[in-house]
């Protein structure tokens, strides 16, 4: 209880236990506002503190972690974060603290879902075209590009003001971007390449571009985020798709993604999958990848139950649609998933949600019920694989010659 006061006090700065770079990203973690990072953050802090890890590990994980909450929030995926957050942990270190930071990275650049790192790709389209103003993350940033070079200004006073005004149909605006003002307005308005810094929010308000100009460069202090407004005769689509990009290109390097992925090539012996035509009993699994994340296993019920988690953890919806209607695979006549323990033989909670599946299965029937989840999910088939142990599949191998 006193690890979690001081790693919370250090979360929402009213202590400084650590160094300023740790505190640095903590301080970053709070200013956008993700609260559902600290269950995971806690166990972080606990393993630095047990000393399984040092300050630049723990460093370079939060590192990432940041970059993975600013991506994903600029491209607005993985809506149920606090549950990918509580899970994460478990699925990427487990009980084993070698090679820690590089788990964490393959695991969000590997898994194929929407909870994976966006790519450079991604992430400078959504800088240039998603609206950025309304998202936690907005005024951080614009502090991000302004502080990227040596001189550094405190924002914390400073307000998000918009070039083109967010009033709308303003006379000298409509003039200034031209005919296509409507979608301009429409499309950029919120988007980083019409945002910027200022203390004068009022004051520059529906004022003309030219007098925006003015304000800025007499009162401003913000020089990189002005840069190409000041350098502008202009202000329409055209400059406002130019500053987006060259403002996405400094939050890319940033929040840099490390191209580092998990080995997938053959030799990790994940030779089998749903569509394999073997008969399985009396074989022992050792590991599955599902969606992009690797897993080893000691049974076929610790295999289906993993499964069962991972699935709910990306799909929760329709992991309940089906337990709402006591799901069963095809040709079954015992139901697999639903919210009635009483109606299974042998039932187990996934997680706290009210929700059971059967455990009492063949590995055959384990396999079927996995195919099934998978079309259930709009998953393709390829996105599970599984290993045997080396006797298994020495065993399956021999009965499969014989």
Known sequence: ??????????????????????????????????????????????????????????????????????????????KNMAKFMKSLYARVIGNSYENYYQKFVMFLNDIRTN???????????????????????????????????KEHIDISNLTIEHILPQKENAAVWKKEVGENYGSVYELYL???????????????????????????????????????????????????????????????HEFEYVDLHANLDDDTGLSFDVNSDFDFA???????????????????????????????????????????????????????????????RKPKQIDSSGIYFETNLSANNIISFVKDLLVKMQLETDDFSFSLSKKSHSILMMRTLG
């Open 1 to 78: 209880m006193r690890r979690t006061s001081k790693y919370y006090g250090a979360f929402i700065g009213e202590s400084k236990f650590y160094s300023s770079e740790v505190t640095n990203y903590l301080n970053a973690f709070n200013t956008i506002k993700q609260t559902t990072v600290l269950p995971l953050l806690f166990k972080i802090f606990d393993d630095y503190e047990d000393k399984y890890i040092d300050e630049n590990i723990l460093c370079k994980v939060l590192d990432y972690l940041l970059t993975y909450f600013i991506r994903t929030t600029a491209c607005e995926i993985n």
């Open 115 to 149: 909870d994976r790192m966006p790519t450079n790709k991604e992430f400078k389209e959504a800088l240039i075209y998603k609206p950025l103003y309304k998202k936690n993350i907005c005024k951080y940033l614009l502090s991000v590009i302004e502080n990227s070079t």
């Open 190 to 252: 919120h988007t980083l390449g019409n945002l910027t810094i200022t203390g004068h929010n009022s004051e520059l308000g529906t004022k003309s571009f030219a007098e925006k100009k003015k304000i800025i460069q007499e009162n401003s202090k913000a020089n990189i985020l002005n840069r190409d407004v000041l350098s502008a005769d202009r202000w329409n689509e055209h400059t406002i798709l130019s500053r987006a990009r060259i403002l996405s290109d400094i939050l890319i």
């Open 282 to 344: 009396n074989t022992k699994p050792a590991e599955f990848a599902f969606a992009g994340e690797h897993t080893k296993v000691t049974s076929w019920a610790d295999l289906l139950a993993k499964i069962i988690n991972i699935a709910y953890d990306l799909d929760a919806e329709t992991i309940t649609e089906l337990a709402a209607e006591d799901y069963s695979i095809p040709n079954a006549k015992r139901i697999y998933i639903s919210n009635d323990q009483r109606k299974i």
